[in-house]
């Protein structure tokens, strides 16, 4: 089969979250499988980008709006992530080096779907699936659909994927002159509450539409910034599969980003190592456990209760317990968190922004991972916890809830609890102490049988092959 997905991240070219982690994954398992995988992204000016070698392979132009541009595409020579990768280059807007975060991240990601549709309408041989994933690339099924230029393409399956659908891309109709000419007959299946919202839109022309875990996926119909009753209304089309982890890139055995590797027969020794790392890193007690956060710091990940949870936690549990937070985000919440390190040194630390092998050593070297999110699709944090032996403690919802067991229940393996609040919060800190220093069997037991679940991309690898089977 011959698939194409298209997205605005994909791991190690690019990545903010857990979409560049699947856009990495989902399309070397496929290749594997015996499929030709494609990915095409934006080519925004990152370190991957000068360090590899590219070739040439198409050169366009398109407009948008009354704003003529020119778009090249590059393909990496090598195959080195185990699927072809093609980069867009739109100058002026694509070639920047954050992926978002832009006054005109509107116009950028606008004119990178307009370059995909157009390259790929000079295509002599079509792919059998497009698939798209989260808003970004959300109008894509409508322009290959309704837009004049394109709609030859209008036979090609499209699957969609909803990582997050808190960000929809709003678009005012002011900027509706900036799509290339459509049937303005259509004008509905880009519009929710009278913008045009290219999340809704997806939903509406894509063929079938995925989220990233089976729970999220009943928690959209109730909770879904807005679109609740168009994902309660497409429920026949669409389908949670839950993401899986790169073995390749999360396994404690061959990290080499850690100090020290190990596998579930080694954990004991190979995790003592790595917190004797980080704790001379950042000022721990290498005997108390140690519990980290690591994400993006917002609402959605209940960042803002963090501050106040942890000193709680502290306070509560007598100092017996280090926290350590790897993340960036709010303001305020950074300025927060960074306060509480200095009140609390020696038992709270941090590093506000991004860091990838940072965010490796925590996974090994931490014995439990804070994940109290309002909202989480699917989470990936809480699968690479598992993968090197460190226990989640999650709030029950979405993803959390499909992947993690609380240990009071029969072969439980984590901490679950309900509220997003300090109280919670603090509460389960002291279970994971009790825990920790007073049930050692059942903690080793623990650490070494989450080690050994298989969150491996396989099964969900196959679950989409099996889907677009059904609509080729
Ligand atoms: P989301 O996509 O909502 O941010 P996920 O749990 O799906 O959340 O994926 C988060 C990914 O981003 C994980 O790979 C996590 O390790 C990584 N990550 C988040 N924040 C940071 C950070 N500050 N430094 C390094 N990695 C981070």
């Known amino acids: 089969m011959e698939i194409i997905h298209v997205s605005a991240e994909c791991y190690p070219v690019a990545k903010a979250g857990g979409l560049g982690d699947v856009v990495g994954a989902l399309p070397k398992y496929q290749a594997e499988m015996g499929h030709v995988v494609k990915v095409l992204m934006p080519m925004y000016r990152t370190k991957f ?14 407009h948008l709006g009354d704003h003529a541009f020119n778009y090249a595409v590059i393909k990496e020579k090598t195959n080195k992530l185990g ?4 980069l867009v280059d739109i100058n002026g807007l694509l070639d920047r080096e954050k992926i978002y975060g832009y006054d005109d991240d509107t116009e950028r990601f606008l004119a990178f779907q307009i370059a995909v549709c157009d390259w790929l309408a000079k295509w002599q041989h079509m792919p059998q699936i497009i698939h798209c994933h989260d808003h970004h690339t959300g109008l894509i099924p409508f322009m290959i659909k309704y837009c ?23 678009i005012g109709w002011d900027k ?18 009278h913008n045009i919202n290219p999340l809704a ?38 389908v949670g599969i839950l993401n899986g982890i790169d073995g390749d890139v999360w396994n404690p055995q061959k990290d080499s980003l850690i100090i020290k590797n190990y596998d579930e027969h080694l954990v004991k020794e190979g995790k003592r190592r790595n917190k004797k790392e980080i704790a001379s890193l950042f000022g721990f007690d290498e005997e108390k456990p140690l519990m980290v956060f690591i994400g993006r ?9 963090l501050p106040d949870a942890i000193r709680q936690s502290v306070y509560q549990h007598h100092g017996n317990v280090n926290f350590m937070v790897l993340g ?35 996974y090994a070297g931490a014995d439990f991972l804070l994940m109290p999110s309002r909202v989480e699709p699917c989470g990936l944090n809480q699968m690479y916890a598992l993968r090197y032996g460190t226990i989640p403690m999650v709030r029950s919802t979405g993803g959390l809830k499909d992947t993690v067991k609380d240990f009071g229940d029969w072969q439980g393996y984590g901490i679950r609890f309900n509220n997003a609040d300090v109280n919670d919060i603090t509460y389960s800190v002291g279970r994971a102490i009790d825990l ?29 092959i099996k889907l677009y089977e059904s609509l080729i």
Not at 49 to 62: A, F
Not at 176 to 192: E, M, R, T, V
Not at 297 to 305: G, N
Not at 437 to 451: A, E, P, Q, T, V
Request: charged fraction near 20%.
């Open 328 to 362: 960036s985000g709010d303001a305020e919440v950074e300025n927060r968190i960074d306060a509480l390190s200095h009140q609390l040194k020696g038992y709270v630390n941090s590093y506000i922004g991004y860091n990838e092998s940072l965010s490796h050593l925590l």
């Open 83 to 86: 699927f072809d990768l093609y």
């Open 176 to 193: 509706a002159h900036l799509l290339p000419a459509y049937d303005s007959w259509k004008w509905g299946l880009i519009d929710w509450n």
């Open 297 to 305: 710091l917002v609402d959605e990940k209940a960042a803002d209760v």
């Open 201 to 238: 839109s997806a939903i509406k022309c894509a063929w079938r539409v995925t989220t990233v875990s089976p729970s999220y996926m009943e928690e959209l119909k109730f909770a879904a910034n807005g679109i609740e009753n168009l994902l309660a209304t497409e429920w026949k089309k669409s």
């Open 436 to 464: 920790y220093n007073n049930k050692r069997d059942l903690y080793n037991w623990m650490r070494s049988y989450m080690m050994g679940i298989d969150h491996s991309w396989d099964a969900s690898a196959t679950e989409y």
């Open 49 to 62: 980008l000068y360090q590899n070698d590219w070739e040439l392979v198409h050169e366009g132009g398109q």
């Open 148 to 170: 004049y230029a394109f709609n030859h393409l209008a036979s090609i399956p499209t699957v969609f994927t909803i990582h997050n659908a808190q960000y929809q891309g709003w």
